[in-house]
């Protein structure tokens, strides 16, 4: 995920859950210039997923939100 501005990592996270609410992603590694924080998934099926991330700007604004997105295909 991309931020405009430079977040804290600390303070900042980005969760990813299948639609049983289920904790898809791992940690999320920071780039080095703290504005894009990837996260790992694991292998996913067809079905709805819900990211949910929350931030912490080095300027001290909080900001937080949600989306979600559909795999399509047939499960392995």
Known sequence: MHF??????????????????DLVSGAGTPSSDDRTLTVPLKALSPGQYFVK????????????GAYSFTV???AR
């Open 4 to 21: 405009d501005d430079q977040f804290n990592p600390a303070f900042t996270m980005v969760r990813v859950l299948n639609e049983n609410g």
């Open 53 to 64: 991330w929350r931030a912490l700007s080095k300027d001290g604004d909080h900001t937080m």
């Open 72 to 74: 399509k295909g047939s």
